[in-house]
């Protein structure tokens, strides 16, 4: 048994070792390993269409939502919450000014409403919607370089006005002679003679502001249409005609007298004309960088967007100007010189 065994044990390793030998094992595991790779399938990587082209019955890819613009940092949102409230509060102070010394309840009830809309704006901003304070920011970034250009061109005419007066130029006759051929002689304040008299304060209303101030505003915006020389020259014909008139009424009244009657209310009104003039000014680069194909398109909807949002808040501050040069101005100047005022 022990022999057959053996001769068993040996005819088994001698079949194997044959097989080995004529390839039989080799052979079998080769062509199962083939036939695992033939059953994977297989891309052509240098034909494309073996990857994107769709069978007929997948479906069309669908476009991606754009996705909704990211809110502003906490920061820029406490900066405009700030600014927003500060305007208001000073809406509302006019209004209870107005309805204190003057009688002119639909003036205060006109600051009021005003008021309510900054405050408004800070509520919405701060809590419903802080995309309006996005908005407003991306459009103060973008115009920020060209808004500071204005407020230099400005500068520089009130420097020309100042240097004209010393160099023997008053303009005073001419500004005035430009208002009473704008509004009669008869319909300036204070009389026929040309000087502005004690009732100035109480005739000039701010809706007379408001509707005299409103086309430099809107012409300083759109003189961009004349590649921005319009813009340029009211700037600078506004700072020297201010530059000229003050130097002229300073060495005449003081000049602490003429702070008093231009700050109040030019701390409201030069901003919101130097922001007219910078989006004025932003449009004419925008229209070079499109000449010089450096911008895709002139126009898109987010700039159309921030920018409009950034002309109407600078309009309210021009509101708000006229209200307190109409009626708060003259009070802060009486108050802090009553002699050189009465």
Not at 47 to 52: H, K, N
Not at 109 to 130: D, E, H, K, Q
Not at 232 to 242: E, H, L, T
């Amino acid at each position: 048994m022990n022999g057959s065994e053996d001769d068993r044990n040996g005819r088994t390793e001698t079949d194997a070792e044959n097989r080995d030998g004529y390839g039989v094992n080799r052979d079998w595991e080769r062509d199962r390993e083939q036939s695992r790779v033939d059953d994977r399938p297989t891309v052509d990587i240098g034909d494309d269409r073996s990857v994107s082209s769709p069978t007929p019955d997948a479906d069309p890819p669908r476009e991606r939502a754009p996705e909704p613009p990211e809110p502003p940092d906490p920061e820029t949102i406490r900066n405009w919450t700030a600014l927003t409230v500060a305007l208001a509060v000073v809406s509302l102070a006019s209004a209870a000014a107005i309805f204190v010394a003057y009688d002119a309840p639909t003036a205060a009830a006109g600051a009021v409403v005003l008021g309510a809309g900054f405050g408004a704006i800070a509520l919405v901003g701060r809590t419903a919607s802080p995309a309006v304070f996005g908005h407003l920011d991306d459009a103060w970034a973008e115009h920020r370089l060209y808004v500071w250009f204005s407020t230099g061109l400005f500068a520089l005419g009130a420097l020309l006005g100042a240097l004209l007066y010393f160099a023997g130029v008053n303009l005073i006759d001419f500004f005035l002679e430009m208002i009473m051929e704008e509004f009669g002689e008869d319909e300036l304040p204070g009389g026929t003679d040309g000087e502005l008299g004690e009732e100035a304060g109480f005739e000039l209303t701010a809706s007379f502001f408001i509707v005299n101030n409103t086309p430099p505003f809107l012409a300083a915006i759109f003189g961009a249409l004349t590649l921005g020389l319009l813009t340029f020259v009211i700037m600078v014909f506004n700072g020297v005609i201010v530059g000229n008139i003050a130097v002229f009424a300073g060495l005449e009244s003081g000049f602490g007298v003429i702070l008093a009657l231009l700050v109040p209310h030019g701390i409201f009104e030069l901003p919101a004309l130097f922001i007219a003039a910078g989006v004025g000014f932003r449009f004419v680069h925008r229209v070079g960088q499109r000449i010089a194909g450096t911008r895709d398109a002139l126009f898109t909807k987010g700039y159309l967007l921030r920018t409009a949002a950034l002309v109407v808040f600078a309009w309210l501050i021009l509101v708000l100007a006229a209200f307190v040069e109409a009626y708060v101005t003259f009070l802060i100047a009486d108050a802090l010189f009553p002699n050189a005022t009465g």
